[in-house]
């Protein structure tokens, strides 16, 4: 539970404060962008508890249905100023995609990819995305960075290290039946894909 509290609890307080930052800035975005990020934050917090007062160390998947599209928009202002003060332009790929999936896992995994790429990437841009793949989708995090050092994927014992974020990753996708893949080459940048996660059709898509 304590993985969970480190990389859920906190940039969930993260996102929070730039959500209300924003309503600040009457210009920044509009009134119904507010609403949606404030609404996909809200639930978060709810699973979040849900899952942390349940006392189990490792709960079971329990699917909803996601609209990726708020999910990356999230992310996106999450880090969006540890990108500005790295000098990185942060991209998420817009989407209406939906999908059937464990909502905290999901954010776990985005959340991971995306503070790993800015932190240890040494990249100028960061790209997140989802792809249709049949009846199923592909969760994409690229950069055009350094690339793993040998070593760097391994199993990193801080809470901080690079290596702890990925072996959350691949638990979680191993726990949810997702793919994992990891492409790194020196000086030209990572590129993570997660596939496997079933599509939700526009038309049967109902939030729980």
């Known amino acids: 539970m304590a993985s969970i509290k480190h990389d859920l609890r906190q940039p969930l307080l993260s996102l929070r404060a730039a959500i ?7 210009g920044a975005v509009d009134p119904e962008t ?8 809200s639930h978060l917090y709810e699973l979040v508890e849900k899952r942390a007062g349940a006392g ?18 999230n992310v996106s202002f999450m880090f969006a100023e540890d990108a500005t003060a790295k000098g990185i332009t942060l991209e ?20 991971n990819l995306v503070s790993n790429a800015i932190r240890h990437s040494n990249s100028s841009r960061v ?36 290596g702890l974020g990925l072996n959350i990753v691949r638990e979680i996708c191993a726990r949810n039946g997702w793919d994992l893949a990891l492409e790194s080459t020196s000086q030209r940048g990572t590129h993570v894909q997660i596939c496997g996660i079933p599509l939700i059709p526009d038309s049967t898509f109902t939030p729980t």
Not at 20 to 26: E, V
Not at 58 to 72: F, T
Not at 92 to 111: E, G, H, I, Q, Y
Request: hydrophobic fraction near 35%; charge should be negative.
């Open 127 to 162: 790209v997140a995305g989802v792809r249709r793949r049949g009846s199923h989708l592909c969760l994409h995090v690229a950069d055009r960075g350094d690339g793993f050092t040998p070593g760097a994927t391994g199993t990193g014992t801080s809470p901080d290290s690079e």
């Open 56 to 73: 189990v160390d490792i709960p079971e998947p329990e699917p909803h249905g996601v609209r990726l599209g708020a999910l990356l928009d």
């Open 92 to 111: 998420m790929v817009n989407t209406s995609l939906a999908a059937r999936a464990d909502p905290v896992d999901l954010f776990r995994v985005l959340t």
């Open 34 to 41: 507010k609403k949606s990020l404030a609404d996909s934050l």
């Open 20 to 26: 209300d930052r924003l309503g600040q800035d009457s």
